[in-house]
């Protein structure tokens, strides 16, 4: 009975091991994809947004959740779809931002409220968490490595890139650089197969 718990302990620290493995690859995998599509991304989560905000409405209409767990669910996700008219540039100090965790945190204890009054089942729980209250946050955390990757194309006040090269008061050395490598690869020309 005792090897029998040895390696019940070692499978079980394996599983959790390789789990966390799996979690990481497949988070990595989500920020690599959000990087490189940015317009998807934006779309996948306005249809989120939709789809869980008609779950809201089918809890409250067909499962009698209460109304101040749906109405706090609702305007949550009204604040989220609100971001994406910047996605993927998130402000952590903008009032939407702030305005966001603190309904985060308030929808949090009403839930927690709601499932303990109506004695639900862990599954009930974990899944109305999952799904009406985590799911759309988890996607702006993942996606918060897209901001990080954009190349600045305009400012409000002036174009950033060109704005460099037109400026008559800067020196050209970046310019110069790329103009001595566009010699050199053009003077040997010749020596190309």
């Known amino acids: 009975m005792v090897f029998m718990l040895i390696v019940t302990i070692l499978a079980t620290v394996t599983q959790i091991a390789l789990i966390s493995v799996f979690i990481g690859a497949g988070l990595y995998f989500l920020a690599e994809f959000v990087e490189e599509h940015n317009t998807i991304t934006k779309k996948l989560i306005k249809w989120t947004i939709n789809i869980i905000i008609l779950c809201h409405l089918g809890l409250y209409f067909f499962d009698d959740v209460s109304f101040d767990l749906i109405a706090i669910g609702l305007l949550s996700h009204g604040v989220y779809y609100f971001w994406l008219s910047d996605f993927p540039y998130i402000s952590f100090t903008s009032l939407s931002f702030v305005f966001s965790l603190v309904l985060l945190i308030f929808s949090h204890g ?75 690869t053009t003077k040997n020309d010749h020596l190309k197969y």
Request: charged share 15%; proline share 3%.
């Open 110 to 184: 009403l839930a927690f409220k709601f499932f303990v009054q109506r004695h639900s089942t862990f599954l009930e729980v974990l899944s109305y968490f999952t799904i009406c209250i985590w799911m759309v946050p988890f996607m702006y955390v993942v996606s918060l490595s897209a901001n990080d990757n954009i190349l600045p194309t305009t400012n409000s006040e002036k174009k950033i890139v060109s704005g460099y090269f037109n400026n008559q008061n800067r020196s050209y050395k970046l310019k110069n650089i790329f103009n001595y490598i566009a010699d050199m």
